[in-house]
Nanobody, 118 residues
């Protein structure tokens, strides 16, 4: 069973930056798509950003221009650089591994808390 471990969350003031990391126990070369999602209290989980094995990226409109996703296939790690943070970015951030974007399997990390104070 692949394990994903997120790190880098914390408390930051509005306008600040954080860099999240998600390390996999499995080889990234086997993973089609890596994604970052977030879930705020009382809200549904939402997609933040994805990156394919080839490096193609997608972003939620709410984070475009502020967040950057990247992956290091040799370190089996995906990153989320978050700049210009806003209080509405407060959530638990989780990473997801899609071994095949349609057929899976899919694996989730436990999440890391990001809190942005105003």
């Amino acid at each position: 069973q692949v394990q994903l471990v997120e790190s880098g969350g914390g408390l930051v003031q509005a306008g600040g930056s954080l860099r999240l990391s998600c390390a996999s126990s499995g080889s990234f070369f086997d993973i089609d798509v890596m994604g970052w999602y977030r879930q705020a209290p009382g809200k549904q989980r939402e997609l933040v950003a994805t990156i394919t094995r080839e490096g193609s990226t997608t972003y939620a409109d709410s984070v475009k221009g502020r967040f950057t996703i990247s992956r290091d296939n040799y370190k089996n790690t995906v990153y989320l650089q978050m700049n210009s943070l806003k209080p509405e970015d407060t959530a638990v951030y989780l990473c997801k591994a899609e071994y095949h974007r349609v057929f899976g399997p899919f694996h989730w990390g436990q999440g890391t808390q990001v809190t942005v104070s105003s």
